[in-house]
């Protein structure tokens, strides 16, 4: 779709609650923002939605053009994703199908939307069919976000939770067995990744100097923490290289380093959770910022 027609759809849609009008009026419509693959720039496209087997899925057409929309391209390098829905927005994980699954899923969005096969034909590449996984509240996950402690282990318990869904599944794969796995793998396995890389980020750049100032007490603790982000960081450079060859990764090489890496940061999640909460606990998130007007 043009730039400008696009914006135009984007502008309706968040002004009346994912309602649109013209050649999406009455359709199923959403916004995905991806991450640009080599700009790393957030990207937002409106997309026609299909819900199948109780999963929510996109459907990288293009119209049925040649080449892949640039949207799936930055999926597949940056799998989490935000999605805008009516009035929710929430983050998934984009995981394209494979397989005898894809087929089941296109065959099932066609039914509905039978446009899309029509695209098909007019292209000899297979269209992806795109699953978006909204992950759900981990065991551990707080209710109730009040303070900095509790942000803290709403992000431990999101790493925790997608590490052993990343586990289990390495447990089950082989090369080419079951079909799709790999791809299924290496976009959970990249989501966990970018997650890590995120929240460790944070903590180095924002939350350990701010600690510093306020408690330097514990000086010697975000020392030994910031090196275990970057023994941390070393594994996770490590995966990656094998991610990117998943179809020919040797499975007990890739388990091992999941079980490397589930060792490593257990142990430092622990480690930060019993050293750094109570600091934490009194500092409320979101922050709490001056009122302009007082002391006047």
Avoid at 69 to 88: D, F, I, M, S
Avoid at 97 to 107: I, Q
Avoid at 114 to 131: F, K, M, N, S
């Amino acid at each position: 779709m043009p730039m400008s027609f696009n914006l135009n759809v984007i502008e309706e849609f968040r002004a009346n609650d994912g309602r649109v009008g013209g050649p999406f009026e009455g359709g199923d419509l959403l916004l995905l923002t991806t991450t640009g693959a080599h700009s790393g720039r957030p990207h937002t496209v409106p997309l026609g939605y299909v819900r199948s087997e109780g999963l929510l899925l996109v459907i990288a057409s293009a119209a049925g053009a040649p080449e892949h929309p640039q949207w799936y391209r930055n999926l597949l390098a940056h799998p989490v994703v935000r999605v805008e829905l009516g009035t929710e927005t929430f983050d998934a994980i984009a995981v394209p199908a494979e397989g005898p699954r894809r087929g089941r899923l296109f065959a099932a969005v066609v039914r509905r939307a039978p446009g899309y096969g029509d695209y098909q034909a007019h292209t000899e590449r297979e269209l992806p069919v795109v699953v978006l996984e909204r992950p759900e509240a981990p065991p551990g996950h707080p209710r109730d976000v009040r303070s900095l402690a509790d942000k803290l282990l709403e992000a431990h318990s999101w790493l925790r939770a997608q590490l052993r869904h990343v586990r289990a599944e390495a447990q089950a794969h082989s090369p080419g067995r079951p079909a799709g796995l790999g791809l299924q793998l290496r976009q959970h396995c990249l989501a966990f990744c970018e997650g890590l890389t995120h929240h460790h980020t944070g903590e180095d750049s924002a939350i350990f100097p701010a600690l510093a100032r306020s408690h330097p007490e514990l000086a010697g603790v975000l020392e030994r923490l910031g090196e275990q982000h970057r023994a941390i960081g070393r594994i996770k450079e490590e995966l990656l290289a094998l991610l990117a060859g998943i179809e020919v990764t040797d499975p007990d090489q890739l388990r091992s380093e999941l079980d490397r890496m589930s060792a490593e940061l257990e142990a430092h999640l622990a480690h930060e959770e019993a050293e750094l909460l109570p600091a934490l606990a009194g500092i409320p998130f979101p922050p709490v910022r001056p009122d302009p007007g007082a002391g006047r």
